[in-house]
């Protein structure tokens, strides 16, 4: 299954993007992942996109197109994938239907998963994830049942360095300039479902599956 997980940054994409991979056994391609990884190592890349993930900016899609086509590359994305937080410009999706269009396949899904602007905030400023396996919290809403500890693996929970308020603010600003009309862009293509991401996030997978008919 080929799949593209769309929403607002702290909708809940990331979450649920666990759940999917698993159940479908595809390969998890997170674009904000690849960049805090090589943030992380110190790359020539991860140099160049922190400075605009520290404002809330977009990565310039050059750079992010690039990463995506040599992803997709790769062996494991065969007979599906789940792209999650990419594309998020129409050039970004005019890029990927190109690679796929080489590669002889079409997407299957795009999953937008819609939650109001006042709930993104909080659910993005009271995130914390783990630094060792990478599971997602929330103080309030999905807490670990340590403070500051991962129940899957004991790691040290962290806040990621774009979940303070005002970045936050400017990350939900630029997915509604430029990202929210891919909805439309999808839509006419007939392969846009759109879940209800502020129920319980176990509700939210069961709608998601239930959507993608299997
Ligand atoms: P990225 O890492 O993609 O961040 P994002 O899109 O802002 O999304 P988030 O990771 O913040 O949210 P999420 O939807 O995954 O929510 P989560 O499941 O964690 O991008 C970061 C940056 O990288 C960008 O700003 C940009 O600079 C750059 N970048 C990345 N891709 C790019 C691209 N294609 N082009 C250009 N630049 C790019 O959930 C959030 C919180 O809510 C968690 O604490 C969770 O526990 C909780 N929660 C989840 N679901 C629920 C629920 N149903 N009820 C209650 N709480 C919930
Ligand atoms: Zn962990």
Do not use: W
Not at 28 to 44: P, Y
Not at 47 to 75: C, F, H, N, S, T
Not at 127 to 134: E, P, Q, T, W, Y
């Amino acid at each position: 299954m080929r799949l593209i997980l769309l929403g607002p940054p702290g909708a809940g994409k990331g979450t649920q993007a666990s759940g999917i991979i698993e159940k479908y056994q595809i390969p998890h391609i997170s674009t904000g992942d690849i960049f805090r990884k090589n943030i992380k190592e110190g790359t020539e890349l991860g140099k160049k996109a922190k400075g605009y993930m520290d404002q809330g900016l977009l990565v310039p899609d050059e750079l992010v197109v690039a990463i995506v086509e040599d992803r997709l590359k790769e062996d494991d994305c065969k007979d599906g994938f789940l792209l999650d937080g990419f594309p998020r410009t129409e050039k970004q999706a005019e890029a990927l239907d190109e690679s796929l269009s080489k590669m002889g396949v079409s997407m299957d899904k795009v999953i937008n998963v819609s939650v109001d602007k006042n709930v993104l905030v909080e659910r993005a400023v009271g995130r914390r994830i783990c630094k060792d396996c990478g599971a997602t919290y929330h103080i309030k809403f999905n807490p670990s049942t340590k403070d500051g500890v991962c129940d899957k693996c004991g790691g040290a929970l962290y806040q990621r360095a774009d979940d303070n308020e005002e970045t936050v603010t400017k990350r939900i600003e630029v997915y509604l300039n430029e990202t929210q009309p891919l909805i439309d862009y999808y839509k006419a293509r007939n392969i846009l479902v759109t879940i209800d991401g502020e129920q319980d996030i176990h509700k939210v997978f069961e709608d998601i599956v239930a959507a993608l008919g299997a």
